[in-house]
């Protein structure tokens, strides 16, 4: 099992940037996909992007297209989420996982969580 620690979240104007970070413990982070989810006060967990265990493949939600960007640095053990012209749609706490298969966009196809992050965009 790969530990997760999401961190990087905050309180952000709308159209501003934040930059999220999710460091794993675990020699296997490398050979996993890694994806960033995302739950809104009262809602659902939803998919918000998804990176393949090479880091050459990502995949993203429509909401998000064009506005984030997911990474890896494999020798750091981290996956990032640049989220740029923010939203206040986009408030949520933002949680990543890890997946042997890419591209897996259905919150019920990961097991294991972080404990999240909060971002917070006002208007």
């Known amino acids: 099992q790969v530990h997760l620690v999401e961190s990087g979240g905050g309180l952000v104007q709308a159209g501003g940037s934040l930059r999220l970070s999710c460091a794993a413990n675990?020699?296997?982070?490398?050979?996993?996909?890694m994806a960033w989810f995302r739950q809104a006060s009262g809602k659902e967990r939803e998919f918000v992007a998804t990176i393949s265990s090479s880091g050459a493949y990502t995949t993203y939600a429509d909401s998000v297209k064009g506005r984030f960007t997911i990474s890896r640095d494999s020798a750091k053990n981290t996956v990032y989420l640049q989220m740029s012209s923010l939203k206040p749609e986009d408030t949520a706490v933002y949680y990543c996982?890890?997946?042997?298969?890419?591209?897996?966009?259905?919150?019920?196809?990961?097991?294991?969580w972080g404990q999240g992050t909060q971002v917070t965009v006002s208007s």
């Open positions: 996982s890890y997946a042997l298969r890419f591209p897996l966009v259905r919150t019920n196809d990961y097991d294991y």
């Open positions: 675990g020699r296997a982070f490398s050979g996993y996909a």
